[in-house]
């Protein structure tokens, strides 16, 4: 009596009948045909993902970056020119202003050339009263003022009644202070003062050689820069800095004048 065989089921097996012995091929097996459906869809899958998405995806970020590119090449170049116009612009800015610095400086020499060009003929022989000046003397209505400069070169300063001061345009002089009684009805001026400009470069003892051209010598020099000339028609000049002097009524004198004492000067 044999031993029945004990059947392993298996990727292959083998039956026996009656009328012969049947071969199952292991490649029909469901199993594996499921397996090689999955095999062959991945496969599928992978050569999709390979062939096909992966080179599109890559020409397309190809293709953006070279726009970025482009657009950043694009946008430097306009920053580098507008470094290039800032430059030129600076530099254009310097040049300007240099200019304007050097034409400054240009009409100043000439406004000082003219001033003291004009300032040649300052004072007329034995008049104390300067060139353009003479409308208003001492012992006149300070009200004379307003009839002969504008308004606008006029100063009235609060702090200092009894005081007008004019500030004359194209002038050797810059100021030119005058002064009255506040206290007379009359308002009478008593004194007045020129100033030269300071702006202008006049040289040393200008306007002392000035008034010994046209008043002659001083009549009394006290101290250094202090000159007195002779009484004229009513007023005397005073001189006690070298870029100004006075013309005043006789009957005054300069509370800064040096006084005399034992006879000489101090």
């Known amino acids: 009596m044999q031993k029945k065989q004990k059947q392993t089921p298996g990727l292959a097996s083998i039956s026996s009948n009656k009328g012969g012995a049947t071969i199952q091929d292991w490649k029909s097996h469901p199993v594996v045909i499921a397996a090689g ?17 992966i080179p599109n995806q890559t020409a397309k970020l190809e293709i953006e970056l070279l726009k970025q590119k482009d657009a950043f090449n694009q946008l430097n170049s306009k920053a580098s020119d507008l470094t290039n116009s800032q430059k030129l612009l600076n530099q254009a800015d310097r040049e300007l202003r240099q200019q304007l610095v050097d034409s400054r400086e240009s009409i100043k020499a000439l406004r000082s050339e003219l001033m003291i060009a004009r300032a040649g003929s300052l004072l007329a022989a034995s008049n104390p009263y300067p060139i353009g000046f003479g409308a208003i003397r001492v012992g006149m209505s300070i009200d004379e003022i ?34 009255y009684d506040a ?18 470069d006049f040289p040393r003892d200008f306007l002392l050689n000035k008034l010994i051209e046209s008043l002659g010598e001083p009549a009394e020099h006290p101290a250094p820069r202090y000159f ?7 007023v005397v000049v005073y001189m006690m800095d070298s870029s100004g002097f006075m013309v005043m009524k006789s009957i005054y004198e300069p509370a800064l004048w040096p006084q005399k004492r034992n006879g000489s000067p101090e």
């Open 146 to 179: 307003y009839k002969h400069f504008p308004k606008g070169q006029i100063e009235i300063d609060d702090d200092r009644p009894g005081a007008v001061t004019v500030k004359p345009e194209d002038s050797p002089f810059d100021r030119v202070y005058y002064y």
């Open 37 to 53: 459906s999955s095999a062959a869809t991945l496969l599928l899958c992978i050569a999709i993902v390979t062939q096909v998405i």
């Open 228 to 234: 007195r000339w002779r009484e004229l028609n009513g």
């Open 183 to 200: 206290d007379d009805k009359r308002r009478q001026i008593t004194h007045m003062s020129f100033n030269l400009s300071a702006i202008n």
